[in-house]
């Protein structure tokens, strides 16, 4: 299996099966519920974790909670650790509408402190890293491969924001000091405080991957400085870390990054209620992982129409044919290229390979869209009525009760013989 990875700039490949693959995917900040784009990279790393099982893979997928955080204070001042906890619950409920199922460990910042801490004390211990006032600072001099990831050169950074406290402004918080009106803090030997954003993924990775593993996955936008930052403070303090670097394209918004800050944000949860969780997963199926995603009614209603081609050549199968999913690993084996296993999927479609295109959708949680949904009763004596009104000829009932079914979220197709009842997507 080849992946592509940011740290290369190529593709790599993972050693063959059986082999223990460890996955570590940076999670949300959290302190709202989460928008469509921040599910992306929960969706791929489940994804992939379900198609390296299925090669023979043994793996072990951590994805993070990063629930202390300046975000978090501005966001909730005094109290942003009643705000982290209610919002990491909405996280975890709102990704469980996907059914994907969850990742095999969810550490938060909050619960890592003494492994956080502990790694800090190393660095400064080596000398790459320094105590000031309370604060701690990664020295970033110390690490010559600084900017290896971004394509950053340390010797043109500068500090938007200046801080005296700095020996260097590109040096980085491992450790911030307590600050008035900042409701959570941890004893450490620097003072009471609490981490800064990089070194809780790091020591969290470390926590439950080891020293070193393989895949680090994240969005686009978190290559500099957090990734970057990862990769620094671990290897300074010895750790190979991350080998593969994945790093998943933005979701646009009419051409804009889907961003809170920005303010042009669709939750997860509205996008599941409004399309549904098959529409949603469809959607994501339609961009490389690399690429820009664009979100938008158009793009929704395009994977709504995708969806229910595939319900109704299973509602319309006659036969499962010849079983072709081994062509599956030659397009997902060559860097997870999710948008070709689609148009193979629609392949299998046309041809009525069903029994190939229901393990393949079934590999993406989409399984469900081969399982015929039974109507209510109510709505099937409607149905029933409304067939014996066209008997009758009276066609004005019967529309008025095919209104009604529809009402009730359904749809009646005459068919030879009597009806079918299909849900309204």
Not at 148 to 158: A, C, E, I, T, V
Request: hydrophobic share 40%; charged share 30%; net charge negative.
């Amino acid at each position: 299996m080849r992946l592509y990875s940011t740290w290369h700039r190529k593709l790599v490949e993972l050693p063959v099966p059986p082999y223990r693959v460890g996955i570590y995917t940076c999670g949300p900040t959290v302190y709202q519920r989460i928008h469509v784009g921040n599910a992306r990279p929960f969706v791929l790393s489940l994804w992939l974790r379900r198609w390296l099982v299925e090669r023979g893979y043994d793996v072990l997928l951590v994805e993070n909670i990063t629930d202390v955080n300046d975000k978090i204070y501005d966001a909730a001042p005094g109290d942003s650790a009643r705000l982290a906890a209610e919002a990491s619950d909405w996280y975890v409920e709102d990704t469980d509408l996907l059914g994907l199922g969850r990742p095999d460990a969810e550490p938060k910042a909050t619960e890592s402190i003494p492994e956080i801490v502990a790694l800090i004390a190393e660095l400064v211990a080596s000398g790459h890293a320094y105590a000031v006032d309370g604060d701690v600072y990664f020295r970033v001099a110390r690490f010559p491969e600084y900017g290896g990831l971004s394509g950053q050169k340390p010797d043109q950074m500068r500090d938007d924001e200046p801080n005296p406290r700095k020996e260097d402004p590109r040096d980085f918080a491992l450790w911030k000091g307590n600050k008035p009106g900042e409701d959570t803090s941890w004893e450490s030997p620097w003072g009471r405080g609490r981490p800064g954003w990089h070194i809780e993924c790091s020591a969290m990775a470390e926590k439950h991957l080891g020293p070193s593993f393989d895949i680090h996955m994240g969005g686009l936008d978190l290559v500099f400085p957090h990734h970057e930052n990862e990769i620094a403070q671990s290897r300074a303090a010895g750790r190979e870390f991350a080998r593969i670097w994945m790093h998943n394209g933005m979701l646009e918004f009419t051409g804009e990054k889907m961003s809170k800050s920005v303010g042009n944000v669709v939750t997860l949860r509205d996008a599941v209620e409004e399309w549904g969780r098959e529409t949603v997963l469809l959607f994501f199926l339609t961009g490389h992982w690399r690429k820009p995603l664009d979100f938008s009614e158009e793009t929704m209603a395009a994977a709504a129409a995708q969806a229910e081609t595939f319900r109704n050549s299973f509602r319309d199968a006659t036969g499962d044919g010849q079983d072709e999913r081994s062509r599956l690993e030659g397009v997902l084996d060559d860097d997870f290229n999710t948008p070709d296993a689609l148009a193979l999927f629609h392949d299998w479609r046309a041809r009525g390979l069903t029994a190939s295109l229901r393990f393949g959708l079934d590999l993406f949680g989409l399984g469900s869209l081969a399982e015929a949904e039974a109507a209510p009763a109510a709505v099937v004596e409607l149905a029933e009525r409304r067939q014996a009104a066209r008997a009758a000829g009276d066609y004005a009932e019967a529309d008025r009760l095919r209104a009604e079914i529809e009402a009730a979220g359904w749809e009646v197709r005459d068919v030879a013989g009597g009806f079918t009842l299909v849900p309204r997507r």
